[in-house]
Protein backbone atom coordinates (compact mmCIF):
# COMPACT_ATOMS: atom_id res chain seq x y z
CA UNK A 1 0.00 0.00 0.00
CA UNK A 2 1.30 3.05 -0.84
CA UNK A 3 2.59 5.76 1.71
CA UNK A 4 2.42 8.01 2.85
CA UNK A 5 -0.99 8.44 3.31
CA UNK A 6 -4.11 9.65 4.47
CA UNK A 7 -6.66 7.48 5.78
CA UNK A 8 -10.05 8.63 5.92
CA UNK A 9 -12.65 6.51 8.14
CA UNK A 10 -15.55 7.61 6.16
CA UNK A 11 -17.95 6.49 8.94
CA UNK A 12 -16.34 8.18 11.68
CA UNK A 13 -16.70 11.34 9.50
CA UNK A 14 -20.69 10.26 8.72
CA UNK A 15 -21.01 9.93 12.56
CA UNK A 16 -19.46 13.37 13.38
CA UNK A 17 -21.66 15.45 10.91
CA UNK A 18 -24.79 13.24 11.46
CA UNK A 19 -24.34 14.00 15.17
CA UNK A 20 -23.57 17.48 14.61
CA UNK A 21 -26.39 18.27 12.36
CA UNK A 22 -28.92 16.74 14.87
CA UNK A 23 -28.05 19.07 17.67
CA UNK A 24 -27.65 22.25 15.54
CA UNK A 25 -31.47 21.41 13.81
CA UNK A 26 -33.16 21.58 17.04
CA UNK A 27 -31.68 24.93 17.10
CA UNK A 28 -33.09 25.88 13.82
CA UNK A 29 -29.69 26.26 12.17
CA UNK A 30 -28.68 24.50 9.30
CA UNK A 31 -25.07 22.87 8.01
CA UNK A 32 -22.72 23.63 5.04
CA UNK A 33 -20.36 21.29 4.74
CA UNK A 34 -17.07 22.77 4.05
CA UNK A 35 -14.86 20.88 1.70
CA UNK A 36 -11.75 22.75 1.60
CA UNK A 37 -9.45 20.74 3.69
CA UNK A 38 -9.99 17.96 1.57
CA UNK A 39 -9.85 19.47 -1.74
CA UNK A 40 -13.55 19.44 -2.92
CA UNK A 41 -13.13 15.73 -2.68
CA UNK A 42 -16.26 14.04 -4.40
CA UNK A 43 -16.47 10.99 -1.71
CA UNK A 44 -16.29 13.57 1.31
CA UNK A 45 -18.78 15.99 -0.34
CA UNK A 46 -21.15 13.00 -0.65
CA UNK A 47 -20.47 11.60 2.80
CA UNK A 48 -21.31 15.03 4.00
CA UNK A 49 -24.53 15.05 1.74
CA UNK A 50 -25.54 11.55 3.07
CA UNK A 51 -24.92 12.51 6.80
CA UNK A 52 -27.59 14.99 6.19
CA UNK A 53 -25.66 18.41 5.92
CA UNK A 54 -28.22 20.87 3.34
CA UNK A 55 -25.13 22.41 1.23
CA UNK A 56 -21.28 22.34 0.51
CA UNK A 57 -19.28 25.22 1.35
CA UNK A 58 -15.59 25.77 -0.16
CA UNK A 59 -13.14 28.67 -0.28
CA UNK A 60 -11.57 27.60 -3.67
CA UNK A 61 -13.42 27.53 -6.48
CA UNK A 62 -10.99 25.12 -8.30
CA UNK A 63 -12.71 22.52 -5.53
CA UNK A 64 -15.78 23.47 -6.38
CA UNK A 65 -15.30 22.44 -10.05
CA UNK A 66 -14.11 19.01 -8.95
CA UNK A 67 -17.05 18.37 -6.99
CA UNK A 68 -18.73 19.42 -10.09
CA UNK A 69 -16.76 17.18 -12.13
CA UNK A 70 -17.26 14.26 -9.61
CA UNK A 71 -21.15 14.58 -9.89
CA UNK A 72 -22.15 16.42 -7.00
CA UNK A 73 -25.70 18.47 -7.75
CA UNK A 74 -25.80 20.04 -3.98
CA UNK A 75 -25.95 24.00 -3.53
CA UNK A 76 -22.98 24.77 -3.50
CA UNK A 77 -21.43 28.16 -1.83
CA UNK A 78 -18.16 29.70 -2.26
CA UNK A 79 -17.30 30.98 1.08
CA UNK A 80 -14.52 33.25 0.34
CA UNK A 81 -14.82 36.21 -1.76
CA UNK A 82 -14.94 35.58 -5.63
CA UNK A 83 -11.73 36.84 -7.36
CA UNK A 84 -12.48 39.37 -10.32
CA UNK A 85 -10.59 37.18 -12.86
CA UNK A 86 -12.76 34.56 -11.59
CA UNK A 87 -16.41 35.25 -11.87
CA UNK A 88 -17.00 33.80 -14.74
CA UNK A 89 -16.30 30.02 -13.43
CA UNK A 90 -18.03 31.13 -9.93
CA UNK A 91 -21.79 31.74 -11.65
CA UNK A 92 -21.25 29.00 -13.38
CA UNK A 93 -20.61 26.55 -10.70
CA UNK A 94 -21.06 28.11 -7.22
CA UNK A 95 -24.99 28.25 -6.18
CA UNK A 96 -23.63 30.95 -3.77
CA UNK A 97 -20.58 33.06 -3.26
CA UNK A 98 -20.00 35.22 0.37
CA UNK A 99 -19.41 38.72 -0.79
CA UNK A 100 -17.91 42.20 0.84
CA UNK A 101 -16.74 44.22 -2.39
CA UNK A 102 -19.14 45.67 -4.50
CA UNK A 103 -16.74 45.47 -7.41
CA UNK A 104 -17.29 41.79 -7.08
CA UNK A 105 -20.60 41.41 -6.70
CA UNK A 106 -21.26 43.76 -9.81
CA UNK A 107 -18.87 41.88 -11.88
CA UNK A 108 -21.10 38.80 -10.89
CA UNK A 109 -23.99 40.43 -12.23
CA UNK A 110 -22.51 40.95 -15.20
CA UNK A 111 -21.44 37.65 -15.62
CA UNK A 112 -24.48 35.97 -14.93
CA UNK A 113 -26.62 38.04 -17.37
CA UNK A 114 -23.91 36.60 -19.82
CA UNK A 115 -23.88 33.52 -18.45
CA UNK A 116 -27.92 33.74 -18.38
CA UNK A 117 -27.92 32.16 -15.19
CA UNK A 118 -29.06 33.89 -11.24
CA UNK A 119 -26.11 33.87 -8.68
CA UNK A 120 -27.30 34.07 -4.95
CA UNK A 121 -24.92 36.84 -2.69
CA UNK A 122 -24.34 36.51 1.05
CA UNK A 123 -22.90 40.00 2.38
CA UNK A 124 -19.91 39.28 5.09
CA UNK A 125 -19.81 41.28 8.33
CA UNK A 126 -17.14 42.11 9.96
CA UNK A 127 -17.77 41.69 13.52
CA UNK A 128 -14.28 41.94 14.75
CA UNK A 129 -11.91 39.22 14.04
CA UNK A 130 -10.62 41.76 11.35
CA UNK A 131 -10.52 38.81 8.04
CA UNK A 132 -13.59 39.70 5.47
CA UNK A 133 -16.26 41.43 5.88
CA UNK A 134 -18.33 44.59 5.65
CA UNK A 135 -18.03 47.06 8.12
CA UNK A 136 -21.62 47.46 10.06
CA UNK A 137 -22.18 50.83 9.34
CA UNK A 138 -21.75 50.19 5.59
CA UNK A 139 -23.84 47.53 5.24
CA UNK A 140 -27.25 49.15 3.93
CA UNK A 141 -25.64 50.61 1.22
CA UNK A 142 -23.94 47.34 0.60
CA UNK A 143 -27.14 45.63 0.19
CA UNK A 144 -29.17 48.21 -1.42
CA UNK A 145 -26.30 47.94 -4.29
CA UNK A 146 -27.06 44.38 -4.46
CA UNK A 147 -30.50 44.61 -4.50
CA UNK A 148 -30.15 46.33 -7.57
CA UNK A 149 -27.89 44.42 -9.66
CA UNK A 150 -29.57 42.25 -12.38
CA UNK A 151 -29.59 38.46 -11.92
CA UNK A 152 -28.71 38.56 -8.59
CA UNK A 153 -30.02 37.34 -5.52
CA UNK A 154 -29.47 38.57 -1.83
CA UNK A 155 -29.70 35.75 0.36
CA UNK A 156 -28.78 36.89 3.82
CA UNK A 157 -25.37 38.05 5.73
CA UNK A 158 -22.84 35.85 7.46
CA UNK A 159 -19.57 36.52 9.50
CA UNK A 160 -16.90 34.64 9.95
CA UNK A 161 -14.86 34.93 13.81
CA UNK A 162 -12.06 33.26 15.40
CA UNK A 163 -9.57 32.67 12.75
CA UNK A 164 -7.18 35.96 12.28
CA UNK A 165 -7.80 37.04 15.50
CA UNK A 166 -9.14 34.39 17.66
CA UNK A 167 -12.35 36.52 18.79
CA UNK A 168 -14.53 34.04 19.93
CA UNK A 169 -18.04 33.73 18.73
CA UNK A 170 -20.66 35.35 22.14
CA UNK A 171 -23.95 36.64 22.48
CA UNK A 172 -22.46 39.79 22.03
CA UNK A 173 -21.22 39.49 18.33
CA UNK A 174 -23.82 36.93 17.88
CA UNK A 175 -26.10 39.70 19.09
CA UNK A 176 -24.93 42.04 16.53
CA UNK A 177 -25.68 39.83 13.50
CA UNK A 178 -28.78 39.12 14.34
CA UNK A 179 -29.58 42.76 14.86
CA UNK A 180 -27.82 43.62 11.43
CA UNK A 181 -30.46 40.92 9.92
CA UNK A 182 -33.60 42.78 11.56
CA UNK A 183 -32.24 45.99 9.76
CA UNK A 184 -31.89 45.23 6.66
CA UNK A 185 -35.05 43.45 6.90
CA UNK A 186 -37.06 46.67 8.12
CA UNK A 187 -34.99 48.90 5.39
CA UNK A 188 -35.15 46.57 2.52
CA UNK A 189 -38.01 44.09 3.29
CA UNK A 190 -37.63 40.10 4.20
CA UNK A 191 -34.18 39.90 2.20
CA UNK A 192 -31.79 38.16 5.31
CA UNK A 193 -33.25 34.65 4.99
CA UNK A 194 -29.68 33.16 5.60
CA UNK A 195 -27.95 34.63 8.40
CA UNK A 196 -24.74 32.26 9.22
CA UNK A 197 -23.14 33.04 12.08
CA UNK A 198 -19.83 31.12 11.47
CA UNK A 199 -17.14 28.49 11.58
CA UNK A 200 -16.86 25.35 14.19
CA UNK A 201 -15.66 28.01 16.79
CA UNK A 202 -19.40 28.91 16.87
CA UNK A 203 -19.99 25.73 18.18
CA UNK A 204 -19.39 26.40 22.18
CA UNK A 205 -21.35 29.29 21.73
CA UNK A 206 -24.38 27.86 19.59
CA UNK A 207 -24.49 24.81 21.90
CA UNK A 208 -24.88 26.40 25.38
CA UNK A 209 -28.17 27.14 25.45
CA UNK A 210 -27.71 30.66 24.81
CA UNK A 211 -30.11 32.95 22.40
CA UNK A 212 -29.49 31.91 19.46
CA UNK A 213 -31.36 34.82 17.91
CA UNK A 214 -31.34 34.96 14.22
CA UNK A 215 -28.54 32.51 13.23
CA UNK A 216 -29.86 29.41 11.14
CA UNK A 217 -26.69 28.55 9.46
CA UNK A 218 -23.17 27.58 10.53
CA UNK A 219 -19.83 26.24 8.20
CA UNK A 220 -18.48 23.24 9.79
CA UNK A 221 -15.29 21.64 8.64
CA UNK A 222 -12.51 21.13 11.34
CA UNK A 223 -15.45 20.03 13.93
CA UNK A 224 -16.56 17.54 11.50
CA UNK A 225 -13.40 16.15 10.38
CA UNK A 226 -11.21 16.03 13.53
CA UNK A 227 -13.89 16.41 16.14
CA UNK A 228 -12.49 19.44 17.73
CA UNK A 229 -13.55 22.84 18.79
CA UNK A 230 -11.06 25.17 17.27
CA UNK A 231 -11.40 27.80 20.21
CA UNK A 232 -9.00 25.80 22.32
CA UNK A 233 -8.94 22.31 20.47
CA UNK A 234 -10.67 20.12 23.27
CA UNK A 235 -12.24 16.69 22.18
CA UNK A 236 -16.24 17.76 21.17
CA UNK A 237 -18.14 15.31 23.07
CA UNK A 238 -19.37 12.62 21.51
CA UNK A 239 -17.31 12.94 18.44
CA UNK A 240 -14.65 10.90 16.78
CA UNK A 241 -11.36 12.79 16.86
CA UNK A 242 -9.59 9.98 14.89
CA UNK A 243 -11.53 9.83 11.93
CA UNK A 244 -8.25 10.79 10.08
CA UNK A 245 -4.82 9.34 10.03
CA UNK A 246 -1.35 9.83 8.54
CA UNK A 247 0.47 6.61 7.84
CA UNK A 248 4.52 7.19 6.80
CA UNK A 249 6.91 4.83 6.36
CA UNK A 250 10.77 4.61 7.97
CA UNK A 251 13.56 4.98 5.74
CA UNK A 252 16.56 4.77 8.06
CA UNK A 253 16.72 3.32 11.81
CA UNK A 254 20.15 3.35 13.62
CA UNK A 255 21.14 4.07 17.23
CA UNK A 256 22.59 7.86 17.26
CA UNK A 257 23.80 10.43 19.44
CA UNK A 258 20.74 12.80 20.62
CA UNK A 259 23.47 15.55 19.82
CA UNK A 260 24.18 16.99 16.85
CA UNK A 261 28.24 18.18 16.70
CA UNK A 262 30.03 20.32 14.79
CA UNK A 263 29.61 24.22 14.26
CA UNK A 264 25.86 25.20 14.83
CA UNK A 265 24.44 27.62 12.26
CA UNK A 266 20.97 27.83 11.04
CA UNK A 267 18.68 24.89 9.81
CA UNK A 268 16.98 24.45 6.89
CA UNK A 269 13.92 25.60 8.66
CA UNK A 270 14.58 27.14 11.58
CA UNK A 271 16.49 29.94 12.80
CA UNK A 272 18.34 27.69 15.75
CA UNK A 273 17.73 24.19 16.64
CA UNK A 274 18.75 23.16 20.09
CA UNK A 275 19.40 18.95 20.31
CA UNK A 276 19.87 17.96 24.19
CA UNK A 277 22.06 15.55 25.09
CA UNK A 278 20.04 12.40 26.11
CA UNK A 279 22.93 9.75 25.64
CA UNK A 280 22.45 7.71 22.45
CA UNK A 281 18.32 6.75 20.89
CA UNK A 282 16.65 4.88 18.36
CA UNK A 283 16.53 7.37 15.70
CA UNK A 284 14.10 6.59 12.89
CA UNK A 285 13.33 8.62 9.59
CA UNK A 286 10.39 8.69 7.54
CA UNK A 287 9.97 9.34 4.77
CA UNK A 288 7.81 12.30 4.51
CA UNK A 289 8.70 16.24 5.52
CA UNK A 290 7.82 20.06 5.61
CA UNK A 291 6.62 19.71 2.10
CA UNK A 292 4.07 17.52 3.09
CA UNK A 293 2.91 18.02 6.60
CA UNK A 294 3.19 20.55 9.69
CA UNK A 295 5.32 18.48 11.88
CA UNK A 296 4.07 20.92 14.92
CA UNK A 297 0.25 19.58 13.97
CA UNK A 298 1.52 16.01 14.35
CA UNK A 299 0.86 13.37 17.12
CA UNK A 300 2.85 10.60 17.02
CA UNK A 301 1.91 7.00 18.83
CA UNK A 302 2.31 6.44 22.72
CA UNK A 303 6.31 6.52 23.18
CA UNK A 304 7.33 7.84 20.15
CA UNK A 305 8.67 11.75 20.23
CA UNK A 306 9.35 13.99 16.75
CA UNK A 307 12.68 15.50 17.34
CA UNK A 308 12.58 17.51 13.68
CA UNK A 309 11.56 17.52 10.23
CA UNK A 310 13.45 18.62 6.74
CA UNK A 311 11.39 19.02 3.60
CA UNK A 312 11.68 15.46 2.77
CA UNK A 313 12.76 13.43 6.25
CA UNK A 314 10.53 13.67 9.58
CA UNK A 315 13.08 12.31 12.64
CA UNK A 316 11.85 10.39 15.56
CA UNK A 317 13.18 9.31 19.00
CA UNK A 318 11.39 6.27 19.24
CA UNK A 319 12.27 5.29 22.36
CA UNK A 320 13.58 2.04 24.19
CA UNK A 321 12.80 0.39 20.90
CA UNK A 322 14.12 0.15 17.21
CA UNK A 323 11.84 0.22 14.41
CA UNK A 324 12.54 -1.92 11.22
CA UNK A 325 13.00 -0.13 8.20
CA UNK A 326 10.09 -0.37 6.29
CA UNK A 327 7.93 -0.18 8.92
CA UNK A 328 4.53 1.85 9.25
CA UNK A 329 3.91 5.11 11.62
CA UNK A 330 0.49 6.38 12.32
CA UNK A 331 -0.09 9.74 13.56
CA UNK A 332 -3.06 12.19 14.55
CA UNK A 333 -3.39 15.59 12.83
CA UNK A 334 -4.53 18.93 13.21
CA UNK A 335 -5.98 21.19 10.96
CA UNK A 336 -2.62 22.68 9.86
CA UNK A 337 -1.06 19.03 9.21
CA UNK A 338 -4.39 17.60 7.36
CA UNK A 339 -4.21 21.01 5.08
CA UNK A 340 -0.53 20.39 3.72
CA UNK A 341 -1.16 16.39 3.48
CA UNK A 342 -4.23 17.06 1.73
CA UNK A 343 -2.71 19.39 -1.22
CA UNK A 344 0.70 17.37 -0.90
CA UNK A 345 0.66 15.20 -4.24
CA UNK A 346 3.25 12.74 -2.50
CA UNK A 347 0.20 12.09 0.56
CA UNK A 348 -1.68 8.92 -1.06
CA UNK A 349 -5.68 9.33 0.12
CA UNK A 350 -7.14 6.46 1.10
CA UNK A 351 -10.86 6.32 1.80
CA UNK A 352 -12.45 3.81 3.74
CA UNK A 353 -16.08 3.50 2.84
CA UNK A 354 -18.68 3.28 5.11
CA UNK A 355 -20.10 -0.09 5.42
CA UNK A 356 -23.45 0.57 4.14
CA UNK A 357 -22.10 2.00 1.08
CA UNK A 358 -19.86 -0.76 -0.06
CA UNK A 359 -22.29 -3.48 0.95
CA UNK A 360 -20.96 -4.86 4.01
CA UNK A 361 -17.12 -4.85 2.80
CA UNK A 362 -14.42 -3.18 4.17
CA UNK A 363 -13.02 -1.94 1.09
CA UNK A 364 -9.99 0.56 0.55
CA UNK A 365 -9.59 2.68 -2.08
CA UNK A 366 -6.09 4.51 -2.64
CA UNK A 367 -6.91 7.99 -4.79
CA UNK A 368 -3.64 9.82 -5.47
CA UNK A 369 -4.44 13.78 -6.13
CA UNK A 370 -4.02 13.00 -9.55
CA UNK A 371 -7.13 10.99 -9.74
C1 LIG B 1 -12.74 27.52 6.33
C2 LIG B 1 -13.98 28.29 6.56
C3 LIG B 1 -15.01 27.72 7.33
C4 LIG B 1 -14.86 26.40 8.04
O1 LIG B 1 -14.06 26.58 9.17
P1 LIG B 1 -13.84 25.39 10.23
O2 LIG B 1 -13.19 26.06 11.38
O3 LIG B 1 -13.01 24.37 9.57
O4 LIG B 1 -15.20 24.89 10.58
C5 LIG B 1 -16.17 28.46 7.48
N1 LIG B 1 -16.32 29.68 6.89
C6 LIG B 1 -15.36 30.25 6.16
C7 LIG B 1 -15.61 31.58 5.54
C8 LIG B 1 -14.16 29.57 5.96
O5 LIG B 1 -13.19 30.14 5.21
Redesign the pocket.
Known amino acids: MSTPRLEFDLKKIHHNASALGARLERLGISVTG?T??CMGQPRYANILLSSGVSSL?D?RIENIETMRRGGVSAPITL??SPMLSQVDRVVRHADTS?NSEQDVISALSAAALKAKCRHSVVLMVELGDLR?GILPRDLLAVARQTLDCPNIDLRGIGT?L??RSGVAPDSKNMGELSRLADMLDTACGPVTSVVSG????NLKWALSGADIGRINNL?????I?LGLD?LDRSPIAGLHTDAITLVAEVIESKLKPSQAWGVIAQTAFDDQVETRDCGTINQSILAIGQQDIDPDGLTPPHGIEILGASSDHLMLNTGKHSVAVGSEIEFQLN?SALLRAMTSPFVAKKYMKPIKETSMRSDFLITSLAS
Open positions: VKAGSIRFENACGNSSRLGEALPY
